[in-house]
């Protein structure tokens, strides 16, 4: 295990604390008018899939867990697993929906994503910054309902829901950015 120091726990950062691996979700410097610095941290724990809440002291070392990347394609849902194939040796991979988060919804059949792996077991994923998602449900354009930044729900071909501008169509692929789950353009 390697050591990470608290201030630069950020988001995105995996740590090892209380027997867990946990990634950081939220990264909040404080520095109170009297007394030390702390670090408050939402951490999300890879195993469980919850959402905890730690405060640390500013310096204070952490574990940081050895974390291997495999490019793997994403296959098939079955009920609430994921199944991944490993692109080197074809060994499948199955992922739960706790695991996975809101980065199930972005998944499409056949995508390869990083599967990222501590002593032979799964933990968590990384999909592409940008995806392409065909739009599948979502209200008709109506003429002359041109006022920018105007917004309607849609939803995409893997479930999840967005919004998008007025002139956004069902059939149309739109690209959307996996971090915030925000419309970019139409691709």
């Excluded at 950020?10 to 909040?28: H, K, Q, S, W």
């Excluded at 739009?135 to 008709?140: A, D, G, L, N």
């Excluded at 995409?156 to 002139?167: S, Y």
Aim: charged content about 30%; aromatic content about 8%; hydrophobic content about 35%.
């Amino acid at each position: 295990m390697g050591v990470v120091i608290s201030n630069d726990a950020r988001p995105g950062t995996y740590i090892a604390m209380d027997n867990n691996l946990f990634c950081v979700l939220e990264y909040n410097h404080v520095k109170p008018g009297k007394g030390g610095a702390f670090i408050r941290l939402k951490l999300r724990n890879l195993r469980q899939g919850t959402v905890v809440d730690r405060t640390v002291n500013s310096g204070e070392k952490l574990d940081s867990p050895e974390v291997e990347d495999h490019k793997m394609q994403y296959l098939y849902q079955q009920g609430d697993e994921y199944v991944f194939m490993d692109q080197d040796n074809y060994e499948q991979i199955p992922l739960s929906r706790e695991t996975l988060g809101d980065k199930a919804y972005w998944l499409k059949e056949e995508m390869i994503v990083s599967v990222l792996m501590h002593e032979g077991e799964a933990l968590d994923i990384q999909v592409p910054l940008k995806v392409d998602l065909k739009i599948v449900k979502t209200e008709p354009s109506v003429r002359g309902n041109t006022v920018t930044n105007v917004t309607k729900e849609a939803f995409v071909e893997t479930g999840a829901k967005i919004h998008v501008p007025m002139f956004v169509n069902e059939g149309d692929v739109v690209k959307i950015d996996t971090r915030t789950g925000e419309y970019l353009e139409r691709a």
